[in-house]
């Protein structure tokens, strides 16, 4: 599976949870609310495809430690996400409950769906043309000795 559909894959759900998010956001806080869950959703998705996009050129370039660097770009993205909700805590400019249930709700759904990508995707083990080079058999007329 190529990164950009195992991104799609992943954004749609999010993209719907994140639109939930905003319509609650909006009818409980107005347009402070509005503005969270649009934030909010957005920077999820953009954080998390940005991070797959960096995961695959690794893979690309050296995919022994591919395992080793999805697990520290995903602590890193977890962590940016936390600091940055340490950073809006006190802000005026959007409804602060909002955005960081907006935040949680979209990264784990979009966890989720890339989890289940992942499993429902068909991965080839071993590159077509990449093995020895397989003769076919002569069915000619045996040869006498």
């Known amino acids: 599976m190529t990164s950009q559909k195992l991104i799609l894959r992943a954004a749609?759900?999010?993209?719907?949870?994140?639109?939930?998010?905003?319509?609650?956001?909006?009818?409980?806080?107005?347009?402070?609310?509005?503005?969270?869950?649009?934030?909010?959703?957005?920077?999820?998705?953009?954080?998390?495809?940005?991070?797959?996009?960096?995961?695959?050129?690794?893979?690309?370039?050296?995919?022994?430690?591919?395992?080793?660097?999805?697990l520290l770009l995903y602590l890193i993205k977890v962590a940016v996400l936390f600091v940055l909700l340490l950073i809006f805590k006190d802000t005026e400019a959007f409804d602060t409950k909002v955005f960081a249930a907006t935040i949680v709700s979209c990264t784990v759904v979009w966890l989720v769906a890339e989890t289940w990508a992942f499993a429902t995707a068909k991965v080839l083990y071993v590159e077509?043309?990449?093995?020895?080079?397989?003769?076919?058999?002569?069915?000619?007329?045996?040869?006498?000795?």
């Open 128 to 145: 077509p043309g990449s093995g020895p080079e397989i003769r076919p058999i002569d069915t000619s007329e045996p040869k006498d000795l």
């Open 12 to 70: 749609a759900p999010t993209f719907a949870v994140g639109a939930l998010a905003t319509i609650t956001g909006f009818i409980s806080s107005d347009t402070k609310g509005l503005v969270a869950g649009i934030f909010g959703t957005l920077l999820v998705v953009i954080f998390f495809a940005v991070g797959q996009l960096a995961l695959d050129k690794v893979i690309r370039t050296n995919p022994g430690i591919a395992t080793s660097m999805a």
